[in-house]
T-cell receptor
Framework: EAGVAQSPRYKIIEKRQSVAFWCNPI?????LYWYQQILGQGPKLLIQ????????DSQLPKDRFSAERLKGVDSTLKIQPAKLEDSAVYLC???????????FGPGTRLLVL | AQKVTQAQTEISVVEKEDVTLDCVYE???????LFWYKQPPSGELVFLIR??????QNEISGRYSWNFQKSTSSFNFTITASQVVDSAVYFC????????????FGTGTRLKVLA
């Protein structure tokens, strides 16, 4: 069974530029999550989807971050415009349903200069 | 409120030593789930174990074992006869229901196993 796929793996941009990350969850998983992990910290949930609906985006900085999950499968996370403090690893995870185990992708390392 | 505390920031052991990683949690709910994940240098979070709040049996999987004690709100992880490949950051996480189930991660414990 294929795991969670993410791309790109690395991205370097300058502040005020925009960037987008893509995630393909495990087949059949209804719940998809985006996390931000700053160096030396645990992952912090940004947004949670159930199928193609948002169930929690309380920690998403909505002035610059947006996410969508069209057709309840793939998802994209966008940052526009990026700030220096957005430098982090962005992790995507999926689970069969919300209370089940989350499985994580390899992450996208973002560096904002 | 949900909270997960991993007080040990970094632990160094010599290969073949046993090591225990501590995890203390806070929750208001009686139904919740606890998890351990391993994050090797490659960066991907690897699932190790899931425990629900009604199952206090300790679990052993090879060199790994977990001790869940509701009385002390702890879910500790022991690696027996540690190996260099065990070097990683280990995260404890708590999931409880508040509108939906979502994880709260601890800050992680970096384990260094020296040859």
């Amino acid at each position: 069974e294929a795991g969670v796929a993410q791309s790109p793996r690395y991205k370097i941009i300058e502040k005020r530029q925009s960037v987008a990350f893509w995630c393909n969850p495990i087949s059949g998983h209804a719940t998809l999550y985006w996390y931000q992990q700053i160096l030396g910290q645990g992952p912090k949930l940004l947004i949670q989807f159930q199928n193609n609906g948002v169930v929690d985006d309380s920690q998403l900085p909505k002035d610059r971050f947006s996410a969508e999950r069209l057709k309840g499968v793939d998802s994209t996370l966008k940052i526009q415009p990026a700030k220096l403090e957005d430098s982090a690893v962005y992790l995507c995870a999926s689970s069969l349903v919300a209370q089940e185990t989350q499985y994580f992708g390899p992450g996208t390392r973002l560096l904002v200069l | 409120a949900q909270k997960v505390t991993q007080a040990q920031t970094e632990i160094s052991v010599v290969e073949k030593e046993d090591v225990t990683l501590d995890c203390v949690y806070e929750t208001r709910d009686t139904t919740y789930y606890l998890f351990w994940y391993k994050q090797p240098p490659s960066g991907e979070l690897v699932f190790l174990i899931r425990r629900n709040s009604f199952d206090e049996q300790n679990e052993i999987s090879g060199r790994y074992s977990w001790n869940f004690q509701k009385s002390t709100s702890s879910f500790n992880f022991t690696i027996t006869a540690s190996q260099v490949v065990d070097s990683a950051v280990y995260f404890c996480a708590l999931s409880e229901y508040s509108g939906t189930y979502k994880y709260i991660f601890g800050t992680g414990t970096r384990l260094k196993v020296l040859a």
